[in-house]
């Protein structure tokens, strides 16, 4: 697998959470959690999941109490550092379809709509610009392989009558919107926007605050023990509750129960320096969002500055789902791919120099969809699997818990995120063997493409392995 070296070392924190923190003064951290505090909701983890959870259940039932603990700062997991790419499942509708069927993809579909205008609902109501932009997402071929994608993902909206959600853009129309060599025809999505995700993610903090949820932050949970109550014990204190939400990420995936259903990956970003002409030289002046049709995609949008930022979905694995592993956040050759993307797919940004790079853990379910249930026999609830896209579905997670907690049968219970028995992945040590093997040689296969030659028979072959085996993660 060939890997560059990068420009810059991948930083322990996003450019996103130090803008964010800059551009809101000094506001305090929150006090740690000290002695014993009984509540009826408790949430675990100050992302977009456990924020969205909170701030629901206080619009709908003002009198509950919650107390929500935080490891670190709200904001400091892959909340504050993520692309900020929001769109729901219109561009996903062929991993819907397999997982879920025509009226489950429709229905998860549609709650991705409801997803978007509620961000959006909170972005014009917060009191803070969290850079919220309705510009679409433009995903594009860039090879010709790539290219061969189109039609299929055309017909498969088109067969679920929606096709008022994808249209396709000429070669002259994708280089109106942003000008490359490289790129040919493409695709546009308009239910897409982006955001500063860390602004987000702080911006529903205060939110949180503003509802009287009681917030600890630097407060990690040490184990949560289930009952009636429950109680989550932490390195000076305990929560007593009835009802507990785990909102922890890639961290869920260490528990027995979440394990068989989740694999760990990352994700990793480069953040250009303000580049205003090449931005205007390359027609890229609108809103949109970029991405490839690589399997292992390249992503990518703009800043309010001007800056350009570019990801790379290919990180390594983790074995047995380990969330902390230090190469699901500093692999310099993840960020060497994301670069290189840069620089291949944007070449009037050729010259600019990198600001920072970081990466993150990325749960991906063996389904690549989320899901959001409660662990049998007790009151602990839970959001996992968002697989590399959950700044929309995140706002569906909040939504969806506290129905859970409340034992409210809704719009948002029902859907299959809550409801869909979960598809298991092989255990250890076949999972993370297959897997890296499987990500090898899929990333020699879409490199070969990129460089217009032919990928090694055996990368070929192993490739196509998720396809023969029925697989519906690693399929190209
Ligand atoms: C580099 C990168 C790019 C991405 N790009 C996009 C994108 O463009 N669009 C998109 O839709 N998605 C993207 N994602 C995915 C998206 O960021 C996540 O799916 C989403 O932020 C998950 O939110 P969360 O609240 O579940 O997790 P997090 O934001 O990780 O929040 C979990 C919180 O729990 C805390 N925590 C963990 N363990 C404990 C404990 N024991 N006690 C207390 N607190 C604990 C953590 O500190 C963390 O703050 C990207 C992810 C990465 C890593």
Redesign the pocket.
């Known amino acids: 697998m060939r890997s560059s070296l990068p420009s810059v070392d991948p930083s322990d924190r996003?450019w996103w959470l130090d803008e964010a923190l800059k551009s809101e003064g000094n506001v305090p951290t929150a006090a740690p959690l000290e002695g014993e505090c009984t509540v009826d909701v408790a949430i675990?983890?100050?992302?977009?999941?456990?924020?969205w959870t909170a701030l629901t259940l206080k619009r709908r039932r003002p009198d509950l109490s919650i107390a929500l603990?935080?490891?670190?700062?709200?904001?400091?997991?892959?909340?504050?550092?993520?692309?900020?790419?929001?769109?729901g499942y219109w561009s996903s509708l062929g991993t819907a379809v397999q997982a879920l069927g025509r009226n489950g993809a429709l229905a998860i579909a549609e709650a991705g709509d409801w997803a978007q205008d509620g961000i959006r609902t909170f972005a014009s109501e917060c009191g803070r610009d969290i850079w919220w932009r309705e510009g679409g997402n433009l995903v594009v071929a860039a090879t010709s392989r790539q290219e061969e994608k189109i039609a299929a993902i055309v017909e498969q909206a088109r067969e679920l009558g929606a096709e008022d959600h994808v249209t396709v853009l000429s070669v002259e129309e994708v280089q109106a919107r942003c000008a490359s060599p490289v790129f040919r025809r493409g695709l546009f999505y308009p239910d897409a926007a982006t955001v500063h995700?860390a602004r987000l993610?702080r911006a529903l903090r205060q939110a949180v605050i503003d509802q009287g949820v009681s917030l600890f932050e630097n407060?990690?949970?040490?184990s949560v023990t289930p009952g009636n109550p429950s109680r989550i014990k932490?390195p000076r204190g305990q929560i007593i509750a009835r009802e507990v939400v785990l909102?922890?990420?890639?961290?869920l995936s260490e528990r027995r129960e979440i394990r068989p259903h989740v694999s760990i990956f990352?994700?990793?970003?480069v953040m250009t320096e303000p580049a205003q002409d090449q931005l205007a030289s390359m027609n890229w002046t609108g809103d949109e969002?970029l991405a490839d049709l690589r399997m292992f995609l390249h992503?990518s949008?703009k800043t309010e500055d001007n800056r350009v930022l570019m990801?790379s979905?290919s990180g390594p694995v983790s074995y047995g789902a380990h969330a902390q592993a230090r190469h699901l956040t500093h692999d310099k050759a993840s960020i060497g791919r994301a670069e290189a993307g840069l620089r291949r797919l944007l070449p009037a940004l050729r010259d600019i120099p990198l600001a920072r790079a970081?990466?993150?853990?990325?749960?991906v379910s063996a389904d690549r969809l989320?899901f959001f249930k409660t662990i049998p026999d007790t009151r602990i609830h839970y959001?996992?699997g968002?697989?590399?896209?959950?700044?929309?579905?995140?706002y569906i997670?909040g939504q969806c818990l506290a129905s859970l907690v409340l034992n409210e049968r809704d719009r948002w219970s029902g859907l299959p995120f809550c409801t869909r028995p979960l598809p298991s992945l092989p255990p250890e040590p076949f999972r993370f063997t297959g897997a890296s093997a499987i990500r090898s040689a899929i990333l020699a296969c879409e490199e070969a493409d990129e460089q217009n030659r032919g990928a090694p028979a055996l990368a070929r072959a192993v490739a196509a392995l998720p396809k023969l085996l029925g697989l519906r993660i690693g399929v190209r």
Not at 358 to 363: E, F, M, T, V, Y
């Open positions: 996003s675990v983890g100050g992302g977009f999941a456990g924020l603990i935080e490891a670190s700062i709200c904001g400091s997991g892959a909340s504050g550092k993520n692309g900020g790419k929001v769109h995700p993610a407060t990690p949970m040490l932490t909102a922890t990420n890639a961290a990352s994700s990793y970003v969002g992503y949008r990801g979905g970081w990466g993150g853990a990325i749960d989320p959001a996992c968002f697989s590399g896209h959950g700044v929309n579905a995140t997670a």
